[in-house]
């Protein structure tokens, strides 16, 4: 039987997403000028990382971050998401 669980699933998924996220926030992979780069504080997380924007037109972004799930209402963030998703 397959050791495949949920969890372990979120987490491999997780390390995809902070490497997006990652070029989101230092601006990597955009034409546009990027942001100045972002500082971690020293509570950021240490686990990986699932970012999930259930609806285009939202600004709600749903965090995975372990077993916890934490909701962040940060329309900025949503469009940037999005945009490096690319369409469909």
Do not use: C, W
């Not at 979120?10 to 990652?22: C, D, E, M, P």
């Not at 990597?28 to 999930?52: E, M, N, W």
């Not at 285009?56 to 490096?84: P, Q, T, W």
């Amino acid at each position: 039987m397959s050791d495949t669980s949920r969890r372990k699933f979120l987490a491999a998924a997780g390390i995809g997403a902070a490497g997006t996220t990652a070029g989101l926030m230092t601006g990597t992979g955009s034409a546009s000028a990027a942001p100045a780069a972002a500082t971690r504080d020293a509570g950021s997380a240490k686990q990986p990382v699932v970012a999930y924007v259930e609806h285009h037109f939202s600004d709600r972004v749903h965090l995975m971050v372990g077993e916890r799930e934490i909701v962040v209402h940060d329309r900025d963030l949503a469009a940037r998401i999005l945009n490096a998703a690319g369409g469909s």
